[in-house]
């Protein structure tokens, strides 16, 4: 069954701690995309991986194959970064994406 | 690159009465196209999603029907809105595993 989770689903942490979230897929992909939705609901697309890492500014997303895992990582946070994380992949040979739950990260003062 | 564009962004609706999402793809051709719904406090459920004209596929069983006229138009419709119909509607649109979405509507069916 092609499924995705995420973890953790909820993540509170003081402004400038370095946020890890993660995701796991149950079988082989073509992409992996990770998305940021605010609270008024629209998406923003962060990256999309099909191997390796990428860096925007704060945000670097990793991925492992064969360990079929990723990762979002947010260095020096901000409040304005609290939002809903979110994983969705494109399984091989399938012709949906596929969402995980989402991450709510919380970013205090 | 490709542009979504997904309107209205918000709408109110009395029960039964219809809808119509519209979502309109730029900048590719022949991309798949998909209708997704976050309830309050949910993840993403796929709706319906589209690989061509004409050609829809339904992913649970609901009173929304979506149709694709054209080959960068996606509508989803309703003939009489429930309650439960609240939430976020969202269309995207993948391509060669390039993916790219829409800003979303909110639908509150009161």
């Known amino acids: 069954k092609n499924e995705v989770e995420q973890s953790p689903q909820n993540l509170t942490a003081q402004e400038g701690e370095f946020i890890t979230i993660n995701c796991s897929y149950s079988?082989?992909?073509?992409?992996l995309h990770w998305l940021q939705q605010h609270p008024g609901g629209g998406i923003v697309s962060l990256f999309m991986?099909?191997?390796g890492k990428k860096k925007h500014g704060r945000l670097i997303a990793t991925i492992n194959i064969q360990e079929k895992h990723s990762s979002l990582h947010i260095t020096a946070s901000h409040p304005r970064d609290s939002a809903v994380y979110i994983c969705?992949?494109?399984?091989?040979?399938?012709?949906?994406?596929?969402f995980g739950q989402g991450t709510r990260l919380t970013i205090n003062p | 690159s490709q542009t979504i564009h997904q309107w209205p962004a918000t709408l109110v609706q009395p029960v039964g009465s219809p809808l119509s999402l519209e979502c309109t793809v730029e900048?590719?051709?022949?991309?798949?196209l998909y209708w997704y719904r976050q309830a309050a406090g949910r993840g993403l459920q796929l709706l319906f999603y589209?690989?061509?004209?004409?050609?829809i596929s339904s992913e649970v069983p609901q009173n929304l029907s979506a149709s694709r006229p054209q080959d960068r138009q996606f509508i989803l419709s309703s003939k009489k809105l429930l309650l439960s119909d609240s939430g976020f509607y969202l269309c995207?649109?993948?391509?060669?595993?390039?993916?790219?979405f829409g800003q979303g509507t909110r639908l509150t069916v009161v």
């Open positions: 969705a992949v494109m399984f091989q040979g399938a012709q949906k994406l596929v």
């Open positions: 079988v082989g992909i073509s992409a």
């Open positions: 991986l099909s191997s």
């Open positions: 900048g590719t051709s022949n991309p798949n």
């Open positions: 589209s690989v061509g004209i004409g050609q």
């Open positions: 995207a649109s993948e391509r060669n595993t390039e993916a790219f």
